[in-house]
């Protein structure tokens, strides 16, 4: 049977970076007989102009149906000043949460070519290789009540709520340790289970889990000590699981370590591996239309896709070689470029 593959090209350079990381798809499809069958619709500001919506039902359904998403980058200046619940953003919540893709798995790896584009000293970085497990439907972003308000003396007042359930945590925290088990071994769950109650329900069911991964190495570690960590001592850490909002953060603070947020790829992943594949970068209105943004995070996301969701390892072993090799032969965009390389642009 055909695997269908729906692409979001999105806004700003995602229709730029997505067209490279297709024409990579479709030389993988012919070399490994994938057997793949791409479509595409709108996502976003795009979705937005067209039907009205940044995703349209007819979207979700197509989305639905497909076996992977491939997703570009969505929102932009021209949608700032639209009614918020239209904003390009909305439709990315709404396709992750409807599709209940509660796995976000985010490696931070650093390509030892581009070692002098990390924030930090080549021996603090030189080989790493972490991945950080984000739950993605749950806590913070989606907990209600959350309200903006006006007090009986005149003061405003703002809050949110953190819940989570059982399940929820039980399921991500499979996710985690299911990761190591196939790499190091070693899983670190990241919580601020001193503080939050939510964190103490979240630290007793990943303490549950465990036991059915005794060879699984666990620790936990408090999410402000997790921050310091990663700048002073990365390669403690080979598989991270944390919540919605420490993995949001410290995913972007693990980019830095890498070089460019243009080399990460991410995947957004549901109880069976159906997924939504995307670079972790956004749409970059500020180079949209130049030819000049960094495909990698995408091409790489592809070979997440052909990995995850498909079993198709080597497939996507050749995708991360032939972005190596690439690297060898000092081709590098202007976010990775250094003294002596050559400078390209997307299509290159
Ligand atoms: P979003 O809210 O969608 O995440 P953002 O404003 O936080 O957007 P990005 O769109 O990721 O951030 O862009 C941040 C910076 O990184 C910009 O200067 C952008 O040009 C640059 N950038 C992002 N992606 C790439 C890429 N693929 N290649 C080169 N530069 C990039
Ligand atoms: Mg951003």
């Known amino acids: 049977m055909s695997k269908q593959i729906l692409i979001l090209p999105g806004d700003g350079i995602g229709p730029e970076i997505v067209a490279e990381a297709v024409k990579v798809l479709e030389q993988a499809n012919q070399q490994f007989g994938l057997g793949v069958e791409l479509s595409y619709d709108e996502l976003g500001g795009g979705a937005y102009d067209k039907y009205g919506?940044?995703?349209?039902?007819?979207?979700?359904?197509?989305?639905?149906?497909?076996?992977?998403?491939?997703?570009?980058?969505?929102?932009g200046p021209k949608w700032d000043t639209i009614d918020p619940a239209l904003r390009p953003e909305?439709?990315?919540?709404?396709?992750?949460?409807?599709?209940?893709?509660?796995?976000?798995?985010?490696?931070?790896?650093?390509?030892?070519?581009?070692?002098?584009?990390?924030?930090?000293?080549?021996?603090?970085?030189?080989?790493?290789?972490i991945l950080i497990v984000r739950e993605l439907t749950g806590g913070i972003y989606f907990g209600s009540p959350r309200e903006n308000r006006v007090l009986e003396n005149?003061?405003?007042?703002?809050?949110?709520?953190?819940?989570?359930?059982?399940?929820?945590?039980?399921?991500?925290?499979?996710?985690g340790f299911?990761?190591?088990?196939?790499?190091?071994?070693?899983?670190?769950?990241?919580?601020?289970?001193?503080?939050?109650?939510?964190?103490?329900?979240?630290?007793?069911?990943?303490?549950?889990?465990?036991?059915?991964?005794?060879?699984?190495?666990?620790?936990?570690?408090?999410?402000?000590?997790?921050?310091?960590?990663?700048?002073?001592?990365?390669?403690?850490?080979?598989?991270?699981?944390?919540?919605?909002?420490?993995?949001?953060?410290?995913?972007?603070?693990?980019?830095?370590?890498?070089?460019?947020?243009?080399?990460?790829?991410?995947?957004?992943?549901?109880?069976?591996?159906?997924?939504m594949y995307e670079p972790c970068h956004g749409s970059a209105p500020d180079i949209a239309g130049k030819g000049i943004a960094n495909p990698l995070a995408t091409i790489l996301s592809v070979s997440m896709m052909l990995r995850y969701t498909f079993n198709q390892g080597a497939a996507a072993d050749a995708i991360e070689q032939a972005v190596s090799v690439v690297l060898d032969q000092g081709l590098r965009t202007g976010d990775i470029w250094s003294e002596g390389c050559q400078k390209v642009g997307t299509r290159e």
């Open 178 to 275: 299911d990761m190591a088990r196939v790499r190091s071994k070693k899983l670190c769950s990241v919580d601020k289970a001193n503080v939050l109650a939510s964190s103490q329900l979240w630290r007793t069911v990943v303490e549950e889990v465990a036991k059915d991964y005794p060879d699984v190495e666990l620790s936990h570690m408090y999410v402000d000590n997790a921050a310091m960590q990663l700048v002073r001592a990365p390669k403690q850490f080979d598989v991270i699981v944390t919540d919605n909002m420490f993995g949001d953060i410290l995913s972007d603070e693990a980019s830095m370590l890498t070089g460019s947020i243009g080399m990460l790829p991410s995947a957004s992943l549901d109880a069976r591996n159906k997924g």
């Open 53 to 75: 919506v940044p995703l349209a039902d007819e979207t979700l359904e197509r989305a639905r149906q497909a076996d992977a998403i491939l997703l570009g980058a969505v929102g």
């Open 90 to 129: 909305r439709g990315l919540l709404k396709i992750r949460s409807q599709l209940g893709l509660f796995g976000n798995l985010r490696p931070a790896l650093l390509y030892p070519q581009l070692a002098a584009a990390s924030s930090l000293k080549p021996e603090i970085v030189a080989g790493l290789d």
């Open 154 to 175: 005149g003061e405003r007042q703002a809050y949110d709520t953190l819940p989570y359930s059982e399940s929820e945590i039980r399921r991500i925290a499979k996710v």
